[in-house]
């Protein structure tokens, strides 16, 4: 019953194990700070960046941008607000 328990858990929660990329054992997580990511995974291979509307009448605004890894035939998409990683999707690269 422990072990039906804990799949259940693990496939009724699978957002807890989407967002992150290990590289050379190191995890990087959304949260995480663009310092974090350069320090483990280096300068990405492409980027884009610009100026976010943070609320409805944009009164407030905010940077955000769109890094581009590819580690171990993976292609990563990390996307950033505010120097912290917001999003971290994969795709294989072939």
Same mark, same amino acid.
């Given at each position: 019953?422990?072990?039906? %328990?804990? *799949?259940?858990?693990?496939?009724?929660? =699978?957002? +807890?194990?989407?967002?992150?990329? $290990?590289?050379?054992?190191?995890?990087?997580?959304?949260?995480?700070?663009? %310092?974090? *990511?350069?320090?483990?995974?280096?300068? =990405?291979? +492409?980027?884009?960046?610009?100026? $976010?509307?943070?609320?409805?009448?944009?009164?407030?605004?905010?940077?955000?941008?769109?890094?581009?890894?590819?580690?171990?035939?993976?292609?990563?998409?990390?996307?950033?607000?505010?120097?912290?990683?917001?999003?971290?999707?994969?795709?294989?690269?072939?």
């Amino acid at each position: 019953m422990k072990r039906i %328990s804990i *799949l259940a858990l693990a496939l009724l929660a =699978p957002g +807890a194990f989407a967002d992150q990329m $290990v590289i050379a054992g190191n995890a990087i997580r959304d949260g995480d700070s663009v %310092s974090r *990511l350069i320090k483990y995974a280096g300068q =990405p291979i +492409a980027r884009g960046s610009g100026t $976010v509307c943070l609320n409805r009448d944009c009164s407030r605004r905010g940077s955000a941008a769109t890094w581009i890894y590819l580690h171990d035939d993976i292609q990563y998409t990390v996307s950033i607000r505010n120097s912290k990683i917001v999003a971290i999707d994969w795709k294989h690269a072939n």
